[in-house]
């Protein structure tokens, strides 16, 4: 039996990771987590579009309403 077969290369395996509000941080921030996510080998960032709040889960993010909060194919308003 070869070894060599069952050696995982580190150097390229990678990872990802999910987020719900990285697309609504300020532009400093994403640079930050892009970079820091790069820094640790992450690859692939899968970013849920969703409602977001001010601060969420203790970030910068930005609030915004306008996703197809109730009904698909129809953006939320502050009329809903």
């Known amino acids: 039996r070869n070894k ?3 050696t995982i290369d580190a150097y390229r395996s990678w990872s990802g990771a ?8 300020p532009q400093d921030d994403q640079i ?13 960032i899968r ?4 409602t ?6 203790g970030s910068r993010a930005i609030a915004a309403n306008d996703i197809e ?3 698909v194919g129809s953006p939320y308003t502050d009329s809903d």
């Open 18 to 25: 999910n987020s719900f509000f990285a697309w609504a941080l």
């Open 47 to 50: 970013i849920f579009l969703a």
């Open 52 to 57: 977001i709040d001010n601060g969420q889960a």
């Open 32 to 44: 930050t987590l892009i970079n820091t996510l790069r820094e640790k080998n992450v690859r692939v």
């Open 69 to 71: 909060r109730y009904r």
């Open 4 to 6: 060599h077969l069952y």
